[in-house]
């Protein structure tokens, strides 16, 4: 036995299939359209330059950097990408299942493959938005510390880490209830509002901060602020809480994934 037939032996089944579903996730995301996969870069920027003018000419939010000011949409970009990644991830994940049905009951594959897939085929759609962020972040400031870049994609992959735990946890209760699908896109609006992506956390008033930073999705974006545009790393306790509720957030999802795969079939 060559050292590749050793590897391809040692390597589970589940984890073989799962390249080949996420490179298909990836294809097919805009299969059939004209622009195919330039739409991810194009909706994206359609989006950011509207949440630009309203908040940045219209609403004139300010985003105070000590005795200075950052310009709001280095500020808007370097939520809104990781944001963006969160949301659809979660909601095309939440749907996995339901979406292969057919191919499901037609063929042993291991079925937590097919939410996993998805959401790390979003965050492949928009890796080349976030490294271009970068690079233009670098053009702006000047410099940017490896250290903080090294840092930010690390926090980003446990974000990563905890959103495909929810969306296991939601594809595998979506089977059961389908109205979830609705829910989740309701959830989804009203937590990016719930989120400093638009807006500082020195604009919320100290009262409502403590219920704003009860928002998972806030402390990450939070941090990516610090990283890329303070300069500040994370403390060890915020370190903590990433590892914490992304682990937590696979194991509940695994979890609850384990206990209501058996009926899957039943009722795709």
């Not at 984890?15 to 991810?40: C, H, K, M, N, Q």
């Not at 990516?224 to 994370?234: F, I």
Request: proline share 5%; aromatic share 16%; with cysteine.
């Amino acid at each position: 036995m060559n050292i590749f037939e050793c590897i391809s032996f040692r390597i589970p089944k589940a984890t073989r299939l799962f390249f080949p579903l996420l490179i298909r996730d990836v294809r097919e995301r805009y299969a059939g359209s004209v622009l195919g996969s330039l739409w991810s870069v194009l909706n994206p920027i359609f989006l950011i330059l509207i949440y630009w003018i309203v908040f940045s000419k219209f609403l004139r939010i300010r985003i105070p950097a000590g005795r200075f000011e950052i310009p709001f949409l280095p500020y808007l970009l370097t939520g809104i990408l990781p944001w963006l990644l969160f949301s659809e991830g979660l909601t095309r994940g939440a749907s996995a299942i339901v979406d292969r049905g057919s191919i499901i009951k037609k063929v042993f594959i291991p079925t937590a493959l097919f939410p996993l897939s998805v959401v790390f085929a979003t965050f492949f759609n928009y890796l080349f938005g976030i490294v271009a962020f970068l690079i233009g972040l670098f053009v702006w400031k000047g410099s940017i510390d490896f250290i903080h870049i090294v840092a930010f994609f690390s926090i980003l992959g446990l974000q990563l880490v905890f959103t495909s735990g929810l969306a296991l946890a939601l594809a595998s209760l979506t089977v059961y209830v389908r109205d979830l699908t609705q829910i989740i896109g309701l959830v989804i609006q009203i937590l990016f509002y719930l989120t400093t992506v638009l807006y500082p956390i020195t604009a919320v008033p100290e009262r409502y901060r403590s219920y704003i930073l009860l928002n998972p999705l806030t402390l990450f974006i939070e941090a990516y602020h610090d990283l890329l545009l303070y300069e500040r790393m994370p403390s060890l306790d915020n370190l903590c809480i990433f590892l914490v509720i992304s682990a937590g957030s696979l194991w509940a999802g695994f979890t609850l994934f384990r206990r209501l795969q058996p009926g899957f079939s039943d009722v795709l």
